[in-house]
């Protein structure tokens, strides 16, 4: 699994995709259903796309691939995380999204695949950026977020915390520096933020973030979608929110330490080979407050 991983951070997206597809088949083919999907035509086919237990971020990251399989099949079932569905029935509407466990009544298909699989055959090693199509966030949500905090100035998103014991994050306190010297009007998309730090950020910038009120941002992804399409720019370790600015199109600041063990990212550069609206800011050996400066000078972009 980690050699497929090393060969996604690096551009080899379909030697990796094929890996991940191999190395889990066990999980997503569905042998009593149809046989596995591996490259035939599917022209007039109906197709599976299934994938169990995988984790929300690469079920976000692969769903991209969806629309690409309904232009050459004649119906797509999907089985995701049943977060997801609002979202991907919105951006996909040809599509029949479904949740995991929701397969009581499927159709008769023709082939099985995982979303591993629809890159490795769909997209292969081509640029994964071209044509990159965002996911949908609630348009009506997004609206009403918007003119909540309406006021002057770029609106910035952050999101500064992970689950994840093998990330080097910042300290509340090089966040709470980066917010009190920048004059935007910062938001919280922080999942559990309460739990993980919301006041003493708050007071320690002096007041500068807000959150967004009746989001849930770890159990109400379509929400949180939302909320993240509300701002104008994310600056953001790396975490769910991350990679759904990602998915979404929307324009993110990814903070990264060159001892994290995170193999979704670009492997070295700014540019990130997934999405075309991340940027990436690594750390490099220095002090997170030069990185941040980094991150201020994306901002001041903002509002020339």
């Given at each position: 699994m980690m050699a497929a991983k090393v060969l996604q951070s690096r551009g080899h997206a379909a030697e990796a995709w094929r890996l991940f597809a191999d190395l889990r088949q066990a999980k997503w083919a569905r042998p009593d259903v149809a046989p596995a999907w591996d490259g035939e035509p599917l022209?007039?086919?109906?197709?599976?796309?299934?994938?169990?237990?995988?984790?929300i971020v690469p079920l976000m990251r692969m769903a991209r691939f969806l629309g690409p399989a309904a232009e050459r099949v004649a119906k797509v079932v999907a089985l995701t995380d049943p977060r997801l569905v609002a979202p991907l029935q919105r951006t996909f509407p040809t599509v029949d999204v479904r949740a995991h466990g929701d397969d009581e009544a499927l159709p008769p298909v023709d082939f099985v695949a995982s979303y591993d699989r629809l890159g490795q055959h769909?997209?292969?090693?081509?640029?994964?950026?071209?044509?990159?199509?965002?996911?949908?966030?609630d348009p009506e949500r997004v609206a009403r977020f918007r003119q909540a905090a309406a006021g002057g100035g770029p609106r910035i998103g952050i999101a500064w915390h992970s689950t994840n014991d093998d990330k080097a994050l910042p300290a509340l306190g090089d966040w709470a520096a980066f917010m009190a010297q920048t004059?935007?009007?910062?938001?919280?998309?922080?999942?559990?933020e309460d739990e993980f730090g919301f006041a003493e950020l708050e007071e320690r910038s002096g007041g500068k973030l807000a959150r967004v009120e009746g989001v849930d941002h770890f159990h109400d992804i379509d929400a949180h979608f939302a909320a993240i399409a509300s701002v104008d720019l994310l600056v953001s370790i790396s975490n769910t929110t991350a990679h759904a600015a990602g998915c979404l199109g929307v324009p993110v600041v990814v903070l990264l330490d060159e001892g994290q063990?995170?193999?979704?990212?670009?492997?070295?550069?700014?540019?990130?080979?997934?999405?075309?609206?991340?940027?990436?800011?690594?750390?490099?050996?220095?002090?997170?407050?030069?990185?941040?400066?980094?991150?201020?000078?994306?901002?001041?972009?903002?509002?020339?």
């Amino acid at each position: 699994m980690m050699a497929a991983k090393v060969l996604q951070s690096r551009g080899h997206a379909a030697e990796a995709w094929r890996l991940f597809a191999d190395l889990r088949q066990a999980k997503w083919a569905r042998p009593d259903v149809a046989p596995a999907w591996d490259g035939e035509p599917l022209d007039g086919k109906t197709l599976l796309v299934a994938d169990a237990d995988r984790q929300i971020v690469p079920l976000m990251r692969m769903a991209r691939f969806l629309g690409p399989a309904a232009e050459r099949v004649a119906k797509v079932v999907a089985l995701t995380d049943p977060r997801l569905v609002a979202p991907l029935q919105r951006t996909f509407p040809t599509v029949d999204v479904r949740a995991h466990g929701d397969d009581e009544a499927l159709p008769p298909v023709d082939f099985v695949a995982s979303y591993d699989r629809l890159g490795q055959h769909l997209l292969g090693d081509r640029d994964a950026r071209d044509g990159f199509v965002p996911l949908l966030a609630d348009p009506e949500r997004v609206a009403r977020f918007r003119q909540a905090a309406a006021g002057g100035g770029p609106r910035i998103g952050i999101a500064w915390h992970s689950t994840n014991d093998d990330k080097a994050l910042p300290a509340l306190g090089d966040w709470a520096a980066f917010m009190a010297q920048t004059n935007p009007q910062f938001v919280s998309l922080q999942y559990r933020e309460d739990e993980f730090g919301f006041a003493e950020l708050e007071e320690r910038s002096g007041g500068k973030l807000a959150r967004v009120e009746g989001v849930d941002h770890f159990h109400d992804i379509d929400a949180h979608f939302a909320a993240i399409a509300s701002v104008d720019l994310l600056v953001s370790i790396s975490n769910t929110t991350a990679h759904a600015a990602g998915c979404l199109g929307v324009p993110v600041v990814v903070l990264l330490d060159e001892g994290q063990v995170n193999m979704h990212w670009a492997a070295q550069g700014e540019a990130d080979w997934f999405f075309p609206s991340a940027h990436l800011l690594r750390r490099a050996g220095r002090p997170w407050g030069a990185v941040f400066e980094e991150a201020e000078r994306a901002i001041d972009r903002l509002g020339r």
